[in-house]
Nanobody
């Protein structure tokens, strides 16, 4: 059974930093792209950043220059370094991963349980 477990959320003042981590566990044949989404109260879940298994990142415009996504393939972990945080970054942050469980399977998207990030003004 595959699990994605996030950590690193919390309360921070505007202008501060947080680092989120998300570790994949279980029997995995191939761990492809990994990424982060967020959902603020009363809003739809939105894309934040993604990174290929080769390390190529993509960001939504609102976090470019402030957030950095990275991954450690040996640890099956993706990170999101968040700097210069703003109150509008407040949300539950979810990681996801494109995973192939067996060599004969197609890829499926798995999600973590989410971690709360709150930025006070």
């Amino acid at each position: 059974q595959v699990q994605l477990v996030e950590s690193g959320g919390g309360l921070v003042q505007a202008g501060g930093s947080l680092r989120l981590s998300c570790a994949a566990s279980g029997s995995i044949f191939s761990l492809n792209a990994m990424g982060w989404y967020r959902q603020a109260p009363g809003k739809q879940r939105e894309f934040v950043a993604t990174i290929t298994n080769g390390g190529s990142p993509t960001y939504t415009n609102s976090v470019k220059g402030r957030f950095t996504i990275s991954r450690d393939n040996a640890k099956r972990t993706v990170y999101l370094q968040m700097n210069s945080l703003k109150p509008e970054d407040t949300a539950v942050y979810y990681c996801n991963a494109d995973i192939v469980l067996r060599s004969w399977h197609t890829a499926s998207i798995y999600w973590g349980q989410g971690t709360q990030v709150t930025v006070s003004s």
